[in-house]
């Protein structure tokens, strides 16, 4: 059973065989700690048996006026667990926070142009338009 929750600090210390992953971008603590600290609820993580973590997102409200929009800064799963709509659940919970908590108007991502996987998935979940990275 798959349980998606808020992220806790302890799950800092947890979630490091999930980034062992050519496709995952990682970042350090520091940035972590800053996104779990200023937007708290764009930060979520899935629990798998025997706790573990099968994936997470974190994101972050920003913007003014009409580009006040909702940004999905990293979502990853666990090669193990792809494929089972992970990320997509995980996309539509931030996605509705975004629209329930503070009202954005969209939300957006980027993606490495290199990454074909994620850009499938993004396609077949809700993203139409999406920013390349190199």
């Known amino acids: ?43 979520h993580v899935a629990d798998g048996p025997g706790n573990k973590v099968m994936g997470y997102i974190m994101g ?4 003014q006026g009409e580009s006040w929009h909702g940004h999905v800064t990293a979502v990853t799963v666990a090669a193990e667990y792809r494929r089972q709509q992970l990320a997509k659940k995980l996309m539509n919970l931030l996605e509705e926070i975004s629209d ?30 999406f920013c390349f990275v190199s």
């Open 100 to 129: 329930k908590i503070d009202k954005a108007y969209f939300v957006d991502l980027f993606v490495r142009a290199s990454n074909t996987p994620a850009i499938k998935m993004y396609e077949k979940v809700w993203f139409f338009e």
């Open 60 to 63: 972050k409200v920003e913007g």
């Open 1 to 43: 059973m798959t349980t998606i929750r808020r992220f806790s600090c302890n799950d800092l210390l947890r979630f490091a065989s999930v980034n062992l992953d050519h496709l995952t971008e990682t970042f350090n603590m520091s940035f972590y700690m800053t996104y779990l600290a200023r937007w708290p609820d764009y930060f």
